[in-house]
Nanobody
Framework: QVPLVESGGGLVQAGDSLRLSCVDS????????MGWFRQAPGKEREFVAA????????SYADSVKGRFTISRDNWKNSMYLQMNSLKPEDTAVYYC?????????????????WGQGTQVIVSS
């Protein structure tokens, strides 16, 4: 079990920024490829961003490219999602996820461990 805990969500206005954090209290965080996903009410969970074990390779959904930045600090067992220029359509519960197979993926069911989620609400 990889206990992942997200934080940093909240209620903001369109155009504002938020920084989400995901902390892994385990001891093997640096081995995992990580991702951020989000789920809006009534919609399926969708890919937001992914990062490899070192942080040197990242990928983004087209809807967030240029606005969001994924990063990680393996010394702190933490991953981050810097979200700038937020839009109302970014409103969702954001989840961090860990993947034990060392390849990048944008598919939710290819991730093995999930956090409980943190709510982001962007008002217009």
């Amino acid at each position: 079990q990889v206990p992942l805990v997200e934080s940093g969500g909240g209620l903001v206005q369109a155009g504002d920024s938020l920084r989400l954090s995901c902390v892994d209290s385990g001891r093997t965080f640096s081995r995992y490829f990580m991702g951020w996903f989000r789920q809006a009410p009534g919609k399926e969970r969708e890919f937001v961003a992914a990062i490899n074990w070192s942080g040197g390779v990242t990928s983004y959904a087209d809807s967030v490219k240029g606005r969001f930045t994924i990063s990680r600090d393996n010394w702190k067992n933490s991953m981050y999602l810097q979200m700038n220029s937020l839009k109302p359509e970014d409103t969702a519960v954001y989840y961090c996820a860990a993947r034990t197979i060392p390849t990048m993926s944008s598919t939710a069911d290819r991730y093995d461990y999930w956090g409980q989620g943190t709510q982001v609400i962007v008002s217009s």
